[in-house]
């Protein structure tokens, strides 16, 4: 049997071969399934490895996938959001879309449809798709992104560098719809990475609107350090009056980490009031210091200063 075309549990919410006069050919050509935790923009696999046949969009199907399978049977997917396959040729369990509302559709589903032939034609040589693909088999499948090009990067935190913040998407490629947007400066933890090593999923950013999770194009990121929760190395240090005591003066930063971007330097004797401390006790937070490129709010390491 095929894999699912879903990579979580599906459940079927139209059966194959019901009758009704809201189909063209007075019954149902295929079977509707929706995962079963409600996700509306599921990501949608190839069932087989195959040929594509057909990219296109209709009135009735909407967007639309044909895909011709070693074994000489076709399948059908419809009614999707977006269309995600770049070649000509197909591996089960590669990306191939959205799940979508387009077309003639009530929401958002997936109907597949299953036929015995080589090609595709309406209403023709149909089959039963759920004697031919297991809906079980959903897991283990990593959606292969059909992306070319790029660096390579691995898990960790990255800090988003582009001056005009980053998109976070539903999926790894500019194709994909947006969720939200992160501004410079924003650190996320990236805890996976597409196959051509370029995109990035992280489970929660912070975006203008709101905390999200998705994918980010790491080509626009830079890897950032953290602070180190809690005591291993450095004192702690509380809330009060500091003075620069490092005669090289001190970096001001974005964020509690030498990893985080430079916003100013202070001298040595500078004084500055910190109102928040990082979680390991290390970095203060002070909302006005004296830089040598003028007033900066941010980070500082504390062991560089002494309380005043
Ligand atoms: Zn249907």
């Known amino acids: 049997m095929y894999r699912s075309p879903f990579i979580k549990a599906a459940k079927l919410t139209k059966a194959f071969d019901v009758k009704g006069t809201a189909w063209a050919a007075g019954r149902h050509t295929g079977e509707d ?24 969009f209709d009135d009735s199907y909407g967007h639309k996938i ?28 590669n990306h191939v879309g959205i799940m979508g509302d387009t077309g003639n559709g009530s929401g958002h589903h997936l109907h597949i449809e299953v036929q015995n032939s080589t090609t595709w034609k309406y209403n ?4 039963r798709p759920s004697l031919y693909i297991d809906f079980g088999n959903f897991s283990g499948a990593v959606p292969k992104v059909p992306i070319v090009g790029g660096g390579s990067y691995s898990t960790g935190n990255y800090m988003v560098t582009a001056s005009s913040g980053i998109n976070v998407r539903v999926d790894a490629g500019t194709g994909y719809a947006v ?8 650190i996320f933890a990236v ?5 051509n090593g370029t995109w990035g999923y ?9 905390k999200q999770s998705g994918w980010l194009s790491l080509e626009n990121c830079s890897p950032a350090t953290t602070i180190n929760p809690g005591g291993s190395g450095g004192s702690r240090y509380s809330t009060g009056n500091y003075v620069v005591t490092v005669s090289s003066g001190i970096n001001v930063r974005v964020d509690a980490g030498t990893g985080y971007a430079v916003k100013g330097s202070a001298t040595k004797g500078t004084r500055f009031a910190v109102s928040k401390i990082a979680s390991n006790g290390t970095w203060g937070y002070t909302s006005s210091i004296q830089c040598t490129n003028g007033k900066q ?3 500082l390491s504390l062991e560089n200063c002494s309380p005043v």
């Open 179 to 186: 969720k939200g947007s992160a501004t410079k400066g924003t």
């Open 66 to 93: 044909i895909i011709r399978t070693t074994d000489s049977k076709v399948i059908l997917m419809a009614h999707m959001e977006s269309k995600s396959t770049a070649g000509n040729t197909v591996v089960a369990g």
């Open 33 to 56: 399934y929706i995962p079963k935790d409600g996700t509306i923009r599921a990501t949608l696999v190839s069932p087989a490895s195959g040929t594509v046949l057909d990219k296109s």
């Open 124 to 127: 023709s040589n149909l089959l």
């Open 202 to 210: 992280t489970s929660s950013i912070q975006c203008t609107n709101g």
């Open 297 to 299: 709010s941010g980070w």
């Open 191 to 195: 805890s996976k990475i597409t196959s």
